[in-house]
């Protein structure tokens, strides 16, 4: 049996070659690589926990079988966010769930994203009550501005990959991108840790490890 442990230098994209090798416990490596960032694309649609879960267990298992389509023009983060994305469109086209406004303006983004290189005010949070603070936040602006805000600055997405994963222009990243910003700052003071928010820790992460590869092994 594999010994995933060895695995876990490996790069996404020899991963994905030992996968297609007939490795599939590998997949674990990769599931657990991206949970963190599937799960604040859910929750960056308003889903709750639960819902962001199941919505991730579909996405792993698409893209699990549609591994070998995977072609590596982009990074697997941005692939398999692309499934997560359309996962969350379709279930709320299903169940009509209407939470966006449309973007009626355009902003010009400013230089650097605003967590990158943040260490300038000396100030550690120091529990997660701030996180709690700016998912309530995020919660109150509208979804097209909220979801580019996720991917740019909690997932760490560039602009290119925001705008492929998004299947939106450039431009409309950097404008939405802006715009979510001038949301947020005069709520959160721009003072908190990225990793904070719509954090899924190692308490979730095992079980969905589980219920992945519960299903790929049948």
């Not at 657990?32 to 792993?60: A, I, K, P, W």
């Amino acid at each position: 049996m594999t010994n995933v442990k060895e695995f876990e230098h490996y790069s996404d994209a020899e991963v994905i070659d030992k996968i297609l090798q007939g490795e599939n416990q590998l997949y674990e490596i990769l599931i657990r690589r991206n949970n963190q960032y599937l799960y604040r694309v859910g929750r960056s649609y308003n889903y709750s926990h639960h819902d962001t879960e199941d919505l991730m267990q579909e996405t792993y298992i698409s893209a699990f079988y549609d591994l070998s389509k995977f072609e590596g023009k982009s990074s697997f983060k941005t692939w398999i966010t692309r499934i997560m994305l359309n996962n969350c469109y379709q279930k709320k086209q299903k169940y009509s769930f209407k939470n966006e406004k449309p973007v009626d303006e355009i902003f010009i983004e400013k230089n650097n994203p605003m967590f990158h290189n943040q260490v300038n005010t000396g100030k550690t949070i120091l529990n997660k009550e701030l996180g709690h603070v700016l998912e309530n936040a995020l919660s109150n602006i509208p979804e097209d501005y909220r979801l580019v805000f996720s991917l740019r600055e909690l997932n760490g997405l560039n602009v290119a990959e925001t705008s492929e994963a998004a299947n939106i222009s450039e431009t409309n990243v950097k404008a939405r991108l802006s715009r979510a910003k001038t949301m947020l700052r005069a709520e959160i003071e721009k003072m908190y840790s990225p990793e904070d928010i719509y954090e899924f820790n190692l308490v979730y992460c095992d079980p969905m490890v589980h219920r992945v590869m519960s299903i790929i092994n049948k």
